[in-house]
Protein backbone atom coordinates (compact mmCIF):
# COMPACT_ATOMS: atom_id res chain seq x y z
CA UNK A 1 0.00 0.00 0.00
CA UNK A 2 1.30 3.75 -0.84
CA UNK A 3 0.79 4.69 3.06
CA UNK A 4 2.63 1.65 4.04
CA UNK A 5 5.70 2.90 1.94
CA UNK A 6 5.07 6.04 3.05
CA UNK A 7 5.77 4.99 6.83
CA UNK A 8 8.64 2.63 5.78
CA UNK A 9 10.44 6.02 4.13
CA UNK A 10 9.24 8.00 7.00
CA UNK A 11 10.53 5.89 9.64
CA UNK A 12 13.61 4.83 7.47
CA UNK A 13 14.88 9.02 7.29
CA UNK A 14 14.27 9.54 11.15
CA UNK A 15 11.07 11.72 10.40
CA UNK A 16 8.74 8.64 12.43
CA UNK A 17 9.97 7.00 15.79
CA UNK A 18 10.88 3.29 15.85
CA UNK A 19 7.72 2.71 17.75
CA UNK A 20 4.45 4.07 15.83
CA UNK A 21 2.35 3.25 18.72
CA UNK A 22 3.84 6.09 20.66
CA UNK A 23 1.09 8.09 18.01
CA UNK A 24 -1.94 8.78 17.93
CA UNK A 25 -3.77 8.01 14.81
CA UNK A 26 -4.43 12.06 14.23
CA UNK A 27 -1.16 13.25 14.61
CA UNK A 28 0.50 10.63 12.31
CA UNK A 29 -2.44 11.54 9.78
CA UNK A 30 -1.53 14.87 10.27
CA UNK A 31 2.41 14.56 9.67
CA UNK A 32 1.62 12.50 6.48
CA UNK A 33 -0.26 15.37 5.23
CA UNK A 34 0.87 18.42 3.15
CA UNK A 35 0.95 21.45 4.43
CA UNK A 36 -2.14 22.73 2.47
CA UNK A 37 -4.42 19.65 3.44
CA UNK A 38 -3.33 20.29 7.62
CA UNK A 39 -4.37 23.88 6.75
CA UNK A 40 -7.67 22.85 5.04
CA UNK A 41 -8.64 20.46 7.48
CA UNK A 42 -7.74 22.92 10.45
CA UNK A 43 -10.21 25.19 9.31
CA UNK A 44 -12.90 23.30 8.53
CA UNK A 45 -13.12 22.22 12.17
CA UNK A 46 -13.87 25.90 12.71
CA UNK A 47 -17.15 27.25 13.68
CA UNK A 48 -18.58 29.80 11.07
CA UNK A 49 -18.10 32.46 14.12
CA UNK A 50 -14.31 31.92 14.28
CA UNK A 51 -13.64 30.66 10.77
CA UNK A 52 -15.04 34.64 9.21
CA UNK A 53 -13.14 36.33 12.48
CA UNK A 54 -9.90 34.17 11.61
CA UNK A 55 -10.49 36.09 7.81
CA UNK A 56 -11.58 39.29 9.43
CA UNK A 57 -7.35 39.38 10.50
CA UNK A 58 -6.96 38.57 6.67
CA UNK A 59 -8.68 41.43 4.77
CA UNK A 60 -7.38 44.18 7.31
CA UNK A 61 -4.10 43.54 6.60
CA UNK A 62 -4.97 43.59 2.68
CA UNK A 63 -6.65 46.44 2.46
CA UNK A 64 -5.48 49.71 2.59
CA UNK A 65 -8.52 52.04 2.72
CA UNK A 66 -11.38 51.97 5.17
CA UNK A 67 -14.44 52.20 2.90
CA UNK A 68 -13.38 48.83 1.10
CA UNK A 69 -12.65 47.23 4.18
CA UNK A 70 -16.59 48.07 5.42
CA UNK A 71 -17.62 46.92 1.98
CA UNK A 72 -15.35 43.67 2.60
CA UNK A 73 -17.09 43.04 5.76
CA UNK A 74 -20.68 44.11 5.25
CA UNK A 75 -20.86 41.52 2.56
CA UNK A 76 -19.03 38.90 4.61
CA UNK A 77 -21.47 39.14 7.30
CA UNK A 78 -24.08 38.60 4.88
CA UNK A 79 -22.85 35.58 3.56
CA UNK A 80 -22.25 34.38 7.16
CA UNK A 81 -25.73 34.97 8.13
CA UNK A 82 -26.39 33.16 4.96
CA UNK A 83 -24.71 29.93 5.70
CA UNK A 84 -26.47 29.64 9.21
CA UNK A 85 -24.46 26.93 10.58
CA UNK A 86 -23.58 24.89 7.04
CA UNK A 87 -19.77 25.10 6.26
CA UNK A 88 -18.68 27.46 3.41
CA UNK A 89 -19.02 25.44 -0.58
CA UNK A 90 -18.81 27.21 -3.36
CA UNK A 91 -22.04 25.61 -3.97
CA UNK A 92 -23.85 27.77 -1.43
CA UNK A 93 -21.86 30.45 -2.24
CA UNK A 94 -22.92 30.81 -6.00
CA UNK A 95 -26.54 30.08 -4.23
CA UNK A 96 -26.24 33.54 -2.32
CA UNK A 97 -24.89 35.55 -5.05
CA UNK A 98 -27.73 34.12 -7.03
CA UNK A 99 -30.02 36.64 -4.33
CA UNK A 100 -28.24 39.42 -6.37
CA UNK A 101 -28.82 38.64 -9.92
CA UNK A 102 -31.44 41.02 -10.00
CA UNK A 103 -29.13 43.61 -9.28
CA UNK A 104 -27.02 45.79 -11.51
CA UNK A 105 -24.13 43.99 -12.69
CA UNK A 106 -21.51 46.35 -11.22
CA UNK A 107 -22.93 44.74 -7.30
CA UNK A 108 -23.11 41.43 -8.44
CA UNK A 109 -19.73 41.94 -9.44
CA UNK A 110 -18.91 44.32 -6.24
CA UNK A 111 -20.00 40.42 -3.99
CA UNK A 112 -18.05 38.02 -6.74
CA UNK A 113 -14.75 39.95 -5.77
CA UNK A 114 -15.69 39.58 -1.84
CA UNK A 115 -16.42 36.35 -2.03
CA UNK A 116 -13.52 34.93 -4.69
CA UNK A 117 -10.60 35.70 -2.60
CA UNK A 118 -12.60 34.55 1.10
CA UNK A 119 -13.12 30.74 -0.95
CA UNK A 120 -8.99 30.97 -2.21
CA UNK A 121 -8.22 31.18 1.18
CA UNK A 122 -10.84 28.72 2.58
CA UNK A 123 -9.05 26.05 -0.47
CA UNK A 124 -11.98 26.57 -2.08
CA UNK A 125 -12.57 27.43 -5.66
CA UNK A 126 -15.75 29.93 -6.75
CA UNK A 127 -15.89 29.77 -10.58
CA UNK A 128 -17.84 32.59 -11.16
CA UNK A 129 -16.92 35.22 -13.23
CA UNK A 130 -18.85 38.58 -13.88
CA UNK A 131 -18.29 40.31 -17.15
CA UNK A 132 -18.95 44.33 -16.58
CA UNK A 133 -20.41 46.67 -19.57
CA UNK A 134 -18.45 48.29 -21.07
CA UNK A 135 -19.67 52.27 -19.75
CA UNK A 136 -17.86 55.53 -21.14
CA UNK A 137 -17.52 58.88 -18.87
CA UNK A 138 -20.51 60.60 -18.71
CA UNK A 139 -19.38 64.24 -20.80
CA UNK A 140 -19.21 67.35 -18.74
CA UNK A 141 -19.81 70.42 -20.85
CA UNK A 142 -17.38 73.37 -19.92
CA UNK A 143 -20.62 75.73 -20.27
CA UNK A 144 -21.99 73.74 -17.45
CA UNK A 145 -18.62 74.26 -15.33
CA UNK A 146 -18.83 77.75 -15.76
CA UNK A 147 -22.24 78.00 -14.12
CA UNK A 148 -21.28 75.92 -11.52
CA UNK A 149 -18.48 78.42 -10.73
CA UNK A 150 -20.94 81.01 -11.29
CA UNK A 151 -23.30 79.95 -8.54
CA UNK A 152 -20.70 79.76 -6.27
CA UNK A 153 -19.28 83.19 -6.79
CA UNK A 154 -22.96 84.39 -6.31
CA UNK A 155 -23.86 83.05 -3.16
CA UNK A 156 -24.54 86.37 -1.04
CA UNK A 157 -23.66 84.09 2.28
CA UNK A 158 -20.36 83.17 0.66
CA UNK A 159 -18.75 85.84 0.27
CA UNK A 160 -15.96 85.42 2.35
CA UNK A 161 -14.86 81.86 1.21
CA UNK A 162 -16.18 82.12 -2.66
CA UNK A 163 -12.21 82.61 -3.29
CA UNK A 164 -11.54 79.03 -2.21
CA UNK A 165 -14.49 77.20 -3.68
CA UNK A 166 -13.60 78.62 -6.93
CA UNK A 167 -9.77 77.38 -6.45
CA UNK A 168 -10.74 74.14 -5.48
CA UNK A 169 -13.07 73.62 -9.17
CA UNK A 170 -10.15 75.43 -10.75
CA UNK A 171 -7.63 72.67 -9.66
CA UNK A 172 -9.99 70.11 -10.24
CA UNK A 173 -10.17 70.65 -13.71
CA UNK A 174 -6.82 71.03 -14.09
CA UNK A 175 -5.29 68.57 -12.61
CA UNK A 176 -8.01 66.04 -12.33
CA UNK A 177 -7.75 65.06 -8.73
CA UNK A 178 -10.34 62.82 -6.67
CA UNK A 179 -12.20 64.16 -4.02
CA UNK A 180 -10.30 62.49 -0.82
CA UNK A 181 -6.90 63.58 -2.36
CA UNK A 182 -8.26 67.31 -2.61
CA UNK A 183 -9.19 67.55 0.38
CA UNK A 184 -5.68 65.83 1.51
CA UNK A 185 -4.07 68.19 0.42
CA UNK A 186 -1.70 70.30 2.37
CA UNK A 187 0.63 73.75 2.01
CA UNK A 188 3.39 72.07 1.53
CA UNK A 189 2.59 69.62 -1.31
CA UNK A 190 2.77 72.68 -3.97
CA UNK A 191 5.87 73.32 -5.67
CA UNK A 192 5.16 75.92 -7.90
CA UNK A 193 8.61 76.84 -8.54
CA UNK A 194 9.00 73.25 -9.81
CA UNK A 195 5.83 73.79 -11.19
CA UNK A 196 4.37 70.32 -9.65
CA UNK A 197 2.01 68.78 -6.82
CA UNK A 198 2.45 65.79 -5.21
CA UNK A 199 -0.33 63.39 -3.96
CA UNK A 200 0.20 61.11 -0.71
CA UNK A 201 -1.36 58.18 -0.08
CA UNK A 202 -4.39 58.49 -3.03
CA UNK A 203 -6.28 56.16 -4.38
CA UNK A 204 -4.65 52.79 -3.45
CA UNK A 205 -2.40 54.07 -1.16
CA UNK A 206 -0.45 55.40 -3.97
CA UNK A 207 1.84 58.76 -4.50
CA UNK A 208 1.86 60.79 -7.58
CA UNK A 209 2.87 63.73 -8.70
CA UNK A 210 0.87 65.94 -11.13
CA UNK A 211 2.19 69.35 -13.35
CA UNK A 212 0.68 72.80 -12.38
CA UNK A 213 -0.12 74.34 -15.77
CA UNK A 214 0.42 78.23 -15.49
CA UNK A 215 -3.05 79.06 -15.40
CA UNK A 216 -3.28 76.62 -11.57
CA UNK A 217 -0.36 78.03 -10.56
CA UNK A 218 -1.04 81.65 -10.69
CA UNK A 219 -4.38 81.03 -8.96
CA UNK A 220 -2.42 79.14 -6.69
CA UNK A 221 0.47 81.39 -5.63
CA UNK A 222 -1.62 84.30 -3.84
CA UNK A 223 -3.65 81.86 -1.91
CA UNK A 224 -0.60 80.24 -0.37
CA UNK A 225 1.18 83.10 -0.05
CA UNK A 226 0.91 83.45 3.82
CA UNK A 227 0.25 79.99 4.94
CA UNK A 228 2.41 76.97 6.55
CA UNK A 229 3.57 74.15 4.59
CA UNK A 230 1.98 71.59 6.89
CA UNK A 231 -1.53 73.26 6.69
CA UNK A 232 -4.50 72.15 4.97
CA UNK A 233 -4.61 73.80 1.52
CA UNK A 234 -8.85 74.03 1.95
CA UNK A 235 -9.47 72.92 5.44
CA UNK A 236 -12.11 70.82 4.17
CA UNK A 237 -13.37 67.26 4.34
CA UNK A 238 -14.11 64.74 1.33
CA UNK A 239 -17.87 64.97 2.73
CA UNK A 240 -18.03 68.52 2.76
CA UNK A 241 -16.27 68.47 -0.86
CA UNK A 242 -19.96 66.27 -2.24
CA UNK A 243 -22.03 68.84 -0.10
CA UNK A 244 -20.42 72.00 -1.74
CA UNK A 245 -21.24 70.29 -5.36
CA UNK A 246 -24.62 69.09 -4.88
CA UNK A 247 -25.86 72.18 -3.38
CA UNK A 248 -24.21 74.37 -5.84
CA UNK A 249 -24.61 72.54 -8.78
CA UNK A 250 -28.63 72.83 -7.65
CA UNK A 251 -28.34 76.27 -7.48
CA UNK A 252 -26.48 76.41 -11.14
CA UNK A 253 -29.24 73.79 -12.66
CA UNK A 254 -26.36 71.40 -14.11
CA UNK A 255 -25.83 67.45 -13.02
CA UNK A 256 -22.12 67.88 -11.56
CA UNK A 257 -20.38 65.80 -8.67
CA UNK A 258 -16.88 65.96 -7.89
CA UNK A 259 -15.89 63.36 -10.27
CA UNK A 260 -17.01 65.13 -13.49
CA UNK A 261 -14.46 67.33 -13.01
CA UNK A 262 -12.55 64.51 -13.71
CA UNK A 263 -13.80 63.31 -16.15
CA UNK A 264 -13.63 66.54 -17.89
CA UNK A 265 -10.13 66.70 -16.72
CA UNK A 266 -9.28 63.29 -18.63
CA UNK A 267 -11.33 63.61 -21.75
CA UNK A 268 -9.86 67.22 -22.04
CA UNK A 269 -6.51 65.81 -22.53
CA UNK A 270 -7.83 63.48 -25.43
CA UNK A 271 -9.60 66.09 -27.12
CA UNK A 272 -6.76 68.29 -27.25
CA UNK A 273 -4.01 65.32 -28.36
CA UNK A 274 -2.31 64.04 -25.50
CA UNK A 275 -0.91 61.08 -26.04
CA UNK A 276 -2.62 57.90 -24.03
CA UNK A 277 0.03 56.61 -22.16
CA UNK A 278 0.24 60.49 -20.67
CA UNK A 279 -2.92 60.55 -19.98
CA UNK A 280 -3.29 57.09 -18.13
CA UNK A 281 -0.17 58.34 -16.15
CA UNK A 282 -2.16 61.73 -15.20
CA UNK A 283 -5.11 60.05 -14.64
CA UNK A 284 -3.03 57.87 -12.48
CA UNK A 285 -5.10 54.68 -14.11
CA UNK A 286 -3.26 51.33 -13.06
CA UNK A 287 -4.44 49.84 -16.54
CA UNK A 288 -4.16 51.34 -19.94
CA UNK A 289 -8.21 50.10 -20.59
CA UNK A 290 -9.66 52.38 -17.95
CA UNK A 291 -8.38 55.08 -19.57
CA UNK A 292 -9.25 53.75 -23.15
CA UNK A 293 -12.86 54.79 -21.57
CA UNK A 294 -11.74 58.20 -22.62
CA UNK A 295 -10.29 57.55 -25.52
CA UNK A 296 -13.58 56.06 -26.90
CA UNK A 297 -15.55 59.12 -25.53
CA UNK A 298 -13.70 61.85 -27.52
CA UNK A 299 -11.91 59.77 -30.48
CA UNK A 300 -11.36 62.65 -32.96
CA UNK A 301 -11.12 59.98 -35.86
CA UNK A 302 -14.65 58.63 -35.00
CA UNK A 303 -16.15 62.02 -35.42
CA UNK A 304 -14.06 62.96 -38.38
CA UNK A 305 -15.77 59.60 -40.10
CA UNK A 306 -19.43 60.24 -39.33
CA UNK A 307 -19.21 63.93 -40.80
CA UNK A 308 -18.51 62.42 -43.56
CA UNK A 309 -22.38 61.36 -43.70
CA UNK A 310 -23.41 65.15 -44.05
CA UNK A 311 -20.69 65.69 -46.29
CA UNK A 312 -22.23 63.32 -48.68
CA UNK A 313 -25.65 64.43 -48.65
CA UNK A 314 -24.41 68.34 -49.38
CA UNK A 315 -22.96 66.76 -52.38
CA UNK A 316 -25.98 64.87 -53.53
CA UNK A 317 -29.09 66.69 -54.74
CA UNK A 318 -31.35 64.20 -54.83
CA UNK A 319 -33.13 62.00 -52.13
CA UNK A 320 -34.67 58.68 -52.18
CA UNK A 321 -38.40 57.72 -51.75
CA UNK A 322 -38.05 54.68 -49.20
CA UNK A 323 -41.80 53.57 -49.83
CA UNK A 324 -40.86 53.54 -53.72
CA UNK A 325 -37.23 52.21 -54.04
CA UNK A 326 -35.81 53.67 -57.03
CA UNK A 327 -37.76 57.05 -57.00
CA UNK A 328 -35.88 59.80 -56.75
CA UNK A 329 -37.02 63.33 -54.24
CA UNK A 330 -35.77 66.66 -54.00
CA UNK A 331 -34.33 66.83 -50.98
CA UNK A 332 -35.40 69.14 -48.41
CA UNK A 333 -32.52 69.79 -46.16
Known amino acids: MVVSSNLTAATRVGLLPDSLEELSVRELLMMLLGEDMRRKLMLRQLTNQNLFALYDSEIVCRHRSAKGLYEDRRILKHFAEFLGQYPPSPELGKSFLAKFAHRKTATLARYVAVLKPFFDWYGEKLNMKVRLPRQLPPYTEEADINALIKAI ?8 IAGRDCLLIHLAVNT ?10 KVGDIHLEQGYLSIKAGK ?20 IKNMKPEQSLFGIKPTTISGKFERFSKKAGVDLHCHSLRHHFGT ?13 QLMRHSRMDTTQRYLSLADKGLREAIELLD ?8 GYDPLHPGRKLPRTY
Open 153 to 160: EGKATHKG
Open 176 to 185: GLRRTELANL
Open 204 to 223: GEKDGIIPLNDTIATLLRPY
Open 268 to 280: QLVEKGANPEAVR
Open 311 to 318: KEKAEEPW
